[in-house]
């Protein structure tokens, strides 16, 4: 994204320079003079056209990016959590003020229970898409990701927006807000609706109208993903999480919220729970778990959380593997470790691979043919690729 800077001159240094420009009037000839003009007249509004856009807020230029699109597809990453998920519902109620017509898309699944009662509760419109051909729109929006992942042809996707708050390289056409220093994603839509002066409200309001007013579910949905990323706000929170809750206060369904928080959970999820608590390799303050194969790999995150939660450790990372794909789930409550980079840097060399993360949260895929060296020639047992992540843990990647 091209990005101009500029600085506001002085009042001694504008007193000179149209001084200056008076004398050239008052002694120029007429062609000179009318030069002069035209040279003033450019600048000036060049000058004038970088004031407006410096003064524009985020929220406005968004804005004012969504209108000029008649329809856009408002993407999330992969197996979308409920910060992911708020921040699409708010990108498309947004657009119901721009006339911009929005469809939310999704590759992956949504398996997690709490993802799945988020989508159901808040009533959230959402397409499976496994190519690029299912996209709805050229112009793709990537909400709480930077860089589409996740099916086929994602590498020919070109983004006209961004908004997310996790560090990458993705780059877009119109507009692009990434701020690794927030909590959430939600946070950063919430955002956008307090400087634009929307109103959150608990009524069920079934038109928009010209009142700018969030609903419930909206509210809720963001109010949700700023919990669910900062971890009740005990991880990657800044001042704005807890300004911004406060805004969104008044329009939070306490009963939508329980409901999103608080679903049944599988018998699946509580067994892979118990197997990474029962079966994890310990050491120092470190825990690693594989629990095999599963076919909800969302447990592993929740497994992570629970194993996190024992006595004198202090990092985990949880392992499962399912269609050919081991999963890694990390956590930590060690300021000395970043857990993003211990999963970068040891899935880095293994191909088809890869993860990352933040200091405290972090995740990664493994190409099981690859790991196993099935398809190069040299490969690894899981067990020696448990040892690799306790040795990255100890340097704190």
């Known amino acids: 994204m091209l990005a101009v800077e500029f600085s506001v001159p002085s009042l001694s240094t504008l007193r000179h320079t149209i001084d ?11 062609a000179v003079l009318a030069g002069t003009i035209l040279v ?14 410096w003064r524009r807020t985020p929220s406005k230029q968004f804005q004012k990016a969504l209108a000029t699109f008649d329809e856009v597809t408002i993407l999330t990453h992969p197996t979308p959590d409920p910060d992911a998920m708020a921040a699409a519902m708010a990108v498309q109620h947004l657009a119901t003020y721009t006339n911009t017509d929005t ?8 398996r ?19 190519s690029v051909a299912d996209l709805s729109s050229d112009n793709v929006i990537l909400v709480d990701h930077n860089s589409p992942r996740g099916f086929q042809g994602a590498n020919a996707v070109e983004p006209v927006a961004i908004i997310d708050h996790h560090p990458g390289d993705g780059t877009e056409d119109a507009f692009t807000d990434i701020r690794t220093d927030y909590g959430a994603t939600a946070s950063i839509l919430t955002e956008y609706f ?30 949700h993903g700023i919990l669910t990323d900062t971890g009740n706000f005990t991880r990657g929170c800044t001042d704005a999480e807890f300004n911004l809750s406060k805004y969104l206060y008044s329009g939070i369904d ?9 679903p049944p959970i599988s018998a699946e999820t509580l067994e892979i729970v118990s197997q990474a608590v029962t079966d994890r390799d310990v050491d120092g303050p470190y825990a690693i778990s594989d629990v095999g194969t599963v076919s909800n790999i969302d447990a592993l995150s929740q497994a992570a959380d629970k194993l996190l939660q024992l006595e004198g450790i202090s990092a985990v990372i949880v392992m499962g593997d399912n269609d050919e794909t081991l999963h890694l789930s990390a956590r930590s409550r060690d300021d000395r470790i970043h857990m993003g980079n211990v999963i970068e840097n040891v899935l880095e060399d293994i191909p088809q691979s890869g993860g990352g993360g933040h200091a405290r949260m972090g995740g990664g895929q493994v ?31």
């Not at 469809?103 to 992956?108: A, R």
């Open 367 to 397: 190409s099981l043919p690859h790991l196993e060296g099935l398809v190069v020639d040299s490969g690894m047992e899981r067990s020696e690729l448990t040892h690799e992540l306790f040795d990255e843990l100890k340097t704190g990647g």
């Open 112 to 130: 997690h229970q709490e993802n799945r009662a988020f989508r159901t509760v808040l009533d959230l419109s959402a397409e499976q898409i496994e």
């Open 254 to 262: 306490a009963d939508l919220l329980d409901r999103v928080v608080n």
């Open 40 to 53: 003033c007249v450019f600048f000036g509004g060049g000058i004038v056209y970088a004031i407006k856009r």
């Open 20 to 30: 200056g420009l008076w004398t050239i009037i008052n002694t120029a000839k007429p």
């Open 194 to 223: 307090h400087a634009l002066d929307f109103e959150p409200i608990t009524q069920p309001q079934e038109t928009v109208g010209d009142d700018k007013i969030l609903p419930r579910e909206v509210t809720t949905g963001l109010m």
């Open 103 to 110: 469809t939310i898309q999704y590759p992956g699944e949504i």
